[in-house]
């Protein structure tokens, strides 16, 4: 077909064409119409894992704004629960990795998220051990994530992390989601999926919600993905487990809304196993380093 193409373009312009009897005999005005070559199949989604971490510090307000101006839409992030009650964005059960916690709570071992108020978690540091430029980045509330997230016209994977220690997290995260416009059909539809490694965690809020996609973090046997179809619309697994075996196994059964499940699968960070990973036929690519999941698979 684009052998085709390219002859008879060829012969448009008087060149090798000739050796294409049938096409170049042809008068200008009756050659028949030559349909385009088809637009090169989208590549992967590509997910800029607790943003653009690899560039900014994670779960912050700069690593989405980082995605966007690199020209990423979809972030991910981590949602958990301050001792009063807030959802915020961080990763870790504990603040000491990303946050000068430690510095500021001595006395405070192990500063767990759960055991420090929202106005606490407030005045730290998550910027300052990526790197001085980002001294001062907050962690953010949940609330401020979403606002900054719909003023960067960008779309979410929000994973609920931890949530065996928050009873009734996915309920207070759909409210808050609910809250900022994100529950009505075009960010339902389009530009929201809720994720957890937590299986009941993703049953609950396909229950409480059921028109949100939902996605099972892991790799779950194939003899058992028809029981995870009937409240996850994606499976996520970790690259390392993925093959293109199991990716035609997930696309061969239909999720709760009727469609064939999806894979995205994390975390890739290199043009080697982004390829890799796209020849296994994964839907997305979550990532800390999106422009280079994109040089490689050319994804969106
Ligand atoms: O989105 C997939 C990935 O975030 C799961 O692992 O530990 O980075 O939350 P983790
Ligand atoms: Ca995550």
Redesign the pocket.
């Known amino acids: 077909m684009y052998a085709r193409v390219a002859a008879i373009t060829a012969a448009l312009m008087g060149g090798t064409a000739l050796t294409v009897p049938h096409v170049s005999a042809a008068p200008a005005e009756t050659v028949p119409h030559v349909p385009a070559a088809p637009a090169a199949a989208p590549g992967p989604m590509i997910i800029s894992?607790?943003g653009a971490s690899g560039y900014a510090p994670e779960n912050t307000l700069a690593s989405i704004d980082k995605a966007a101006d690199l020209g990423f839409s979809w972030v991910?992030n981590?949602v958990q629960r301050t001792k009063d009650g807030e959802l915020v964005v961080i990763?870790d059960a504990t603040l000491a990795r990303t946050t000068d916690a430690e510095q500021r709570y001595p006395g405070r071992v192990p500063w767990r998220v759960a055991d420090f108020t929202a106005a606490e978690i407030s005045r730290l540091d998550a910027g300052s051990w990526f790197g001085s430029r980002y001294a001062g980045a907050r962690v953010p509330t949940l609330e401020q994530y979403m606002r900054r997230v719909t003023r960067n016209h960008q779309k979410l994977?929000l994973?609920i992390?931890n949530p065996e220690l928050y009873p009734g997290i996915e309920k207070q995260t759909l409210k808050v989601l609910s809250n900022e416009g994100w529950l009505d059909r075009a960010h339902v539809e389009h530009k929201l999926i809720v994720?957890s490694f937590s299986a009941d965690a993703v049953r609950t809020v396909h229950t409480l919600r059921p028109g949100v996609t939902t996605a099972f973090?892991g790799t779950p046997k194939t003899s058992e993905l028809p029981a995870y179809a009937r409240f996850a619309d994606r499976i996520?697994p970790s690259y390392a487990t993925l093959s293109t075996r199991y990716v035609a196994a997930v696309h061969a059964i239909d999720g709760p809304h009727g469609r064939p499940l999806k894979v995205l699968t994390?975390?890739v960070n290199d043009a080697a196993t982004a390829r890799r990973v796209h020849g296994y036929g994964v839907d997305g690519v979550?990532t800390n380093k999106p422009d280079v999941v994109r040089g490689a698979v050319r994804g969106h």
């Open positions: 894992h607790r991910e981590d990763h994977v994973e992390k994720q973090l996520n994390w975390t979550i």
